[in-house]
């Protein structure tokens, strides 16, 4: 049985997704929503919940990725992005379970374009950065977790706050003004291509650090045109500008080599033009 930790969000219902097409069984925990609830502040309610549910896979993609909110708040940022890690691998590991941490890309700066590989030296910036790196090592102290590094975007449905993706459709149908960072480079997968590549790498039982993430590095500005083009909406209406000037610093040269696990899947990861054609085709029918 699959347990998804942080099942409501856009990585968890991706999963939900790709485990029900495979004829997984899937029970899912999340604040509200979920048909466990679960707050994983909270170490022995992780601890009961792993203990009734026995699952056989545990991946956990709960995390507070509003940067801003992090700087203000680094006690819930470690509350939620390092302590649960480690919390949850040790639970995971006290029932037998295989663990999966999902990570994050928000650790390198100042290389532009560059693909970073898993034994790149890191630069934390800020918050969210500092809070998922630690998270990352104490799930890794448990022996057998697989932890991903990633930076995904995809459909969640959350009227009180959209998605990259959700946000960047809406404004270009919309012909609304929009900022596109030229110096803000990521190599952005789309969640349900993550969550087949995230299932895959746990069933032939991987562990430590994974990259999973597209093959090719775009910034911003350009993955915005590119979206635009593949909806045939026009473009005019994106103009160029830094992620500098936003409030809260940026790790800002986040791309990722995913060649490790290519080669342990034996494939490649999607392009920039897969990820884009995958978004487009798996968009919710309002």
């Known amino acids: 049985m699959l347990l998804i930790i942080g099942s409501t969000g856009t990585l968890g219902q ?24 679960l707050d994983i502040t909270d170490a022995e309610a992780i601890s009961v919940l792993c203990r009734a549910e026995r699952p056989k896979l545990v991946v956990n993609c709960a995390a507070v990725t509003d940067l801003d909110l992090c700087e203000r708040d680094p006690s819930t940022a470690y509350l939620v992005n390092t302590r649960a890690a480690g919390l949850i691998a040790a639970a995971s590991a006290e029932v037998g379970a295989r663990c999966v941490h999902v990570s994050s890309d928000h650790f390198f700066s100042g290389d532009e374009g560059m693909l970073h590989d898993e034994a790149a030296p890191v630069c934390l910036v800020n918050e969210y950065g500092r809070s998922k790196y630690a998270g990352e ?16 975007t995809g459909w969640r449905g959350w009227s009180r706050r959209s998605t990259f993706i959700e946000w960047a459709v809406s404004a270009l149908e919309r012909h609304e003004p929009i ?12 969640a349900d291509s993550l969550a087949a590549n995230v299932l895959d790498l746990a069933a032939i039982k991987a562990e430590g650090m994974y990259n999973v993430a597209a093959c090719e590095v775009a910034d911003k500005a350009t993955f915005l045109r590119r979206l635009g083009r593949e909806l045939k909406l026009p473009t005019d209406n994106i103009r160029n500008g830094s992620v500098h000037a936003l409030t809260t610093a940026r790790a800002e040269s986040l791309g990722l080599d995913s060649g490790k696990a290519e080669a342990a899947l034996g494939r490649q990861m999607p392009s920039l033009s897969d990820v884009i054609v995958a978004l487009v085709r798996t968009r919710p029918i309002s």
Do not use: Q, Y
């Not at 991706?14 to 609830?37: I, N, P």
């Not at 090592?137 to 995904?152: D, F």
């Not at 900022?179 to 789309?190: E, H, K, P």
């Open 14 to 37: 991706a999963l939900r997704r790709v485990a029900a097409a495979r004829k997984m069984e899937v029970r899912g925990a999340a604040r509200t929503g979920a048909e466990r609830t």
């Open 137 to 152: 090592a104490l799930a890794l102290a448990v022996p057998g977790t697989l932890s991903i590094r990633t930076n995904l």
């Open 179 to 190: 900022v596109g960072f030229t110096d803000f480079f990521t190599s952005t997968i789309d």
